[in-house]
C-alpha cells in the first residue's frame, strides 16, 4: 500500500522558516517523483515543487523559487521542503503526493497534508 505522510508544518511569523518532511513507502522510492503541493482557503491547487529520486531533478513554482529548497534523502525514503523567508501568503496546507513524473495538476498517490501558517 502506498502511503504518504507529510509533517513539519506548523505557525510562523513572516520571514521565517519550516521544514516540511514526506515520509513515503509502499512504492520503489527510487523509481519515483515526489511532489509538493498546496492549496489555500477558497484558492486552487498549486503545485510547488518536484524532485526526481533517480536524478535528483527538481522543478520549482515561481512563487517559492529561491525561497524553497526540495530534497530528497533516498535511503529514508524521504523528501524535505525547506521553507524559508515565508511569507503571509504562503499559507496553506501543504501535500507531498508521488508519481512517475512531475506533474503540476496532478499525481497518481498522495497523502494528507500538513497545515503551514505564516503570520503577519
Known amino acids: 500500500e502506498v502511503q504518504l505522510q507529510a509533517s513539519g508544518g506548523g505557525l510562523v511569523q513572516a520571514g521565517g522558516s519550516l521544514r516540511l518532511s514526506c515520509a513515503a513507502s509502499g512504492f520503489n522510492f527510487d523509481d519515483y517523483v515526489i511532489g509538493w503541493f498546496r492549496q489555500a482557503p477558497g484558492k486552487e491547487r498549486e503545485a510547488v515543487s518536484c524532485?526526481?529520486?533517480?536524478?535528483?531533478?527538481?522543478y520549482y513554482a515561481d512563487s517559492v523559487k529561491g525561497r524553497f529548497t526540495i530534497s530528497s534523502d533516498n535511503a529514508k525514503n524521504t523528501v524535505y521542503l525547506q521553507m524559508n523567508s515565508l511569507k503571509p501568503e504562503d499559507t496553506a496546507i501543504y501535500y507531498c503526493?508521488?508519481?512517475?513524473?512531475?506533474?503540476?495538476?496532478?499525481?497518481?498517490?498522495w497523502g494528507k497534508g500538513t497545515q503551514v501558517t505564516v503570520s503577519s
Open positions: 503526493a508521488a508519481d512517475l513524473i512531475c506533474r503540476t495538476a496532478w499525481m497518481d498517490y
Open positions: 524532485i526526481s529520486s533517480s536524478d535528483g531533478s527538481t
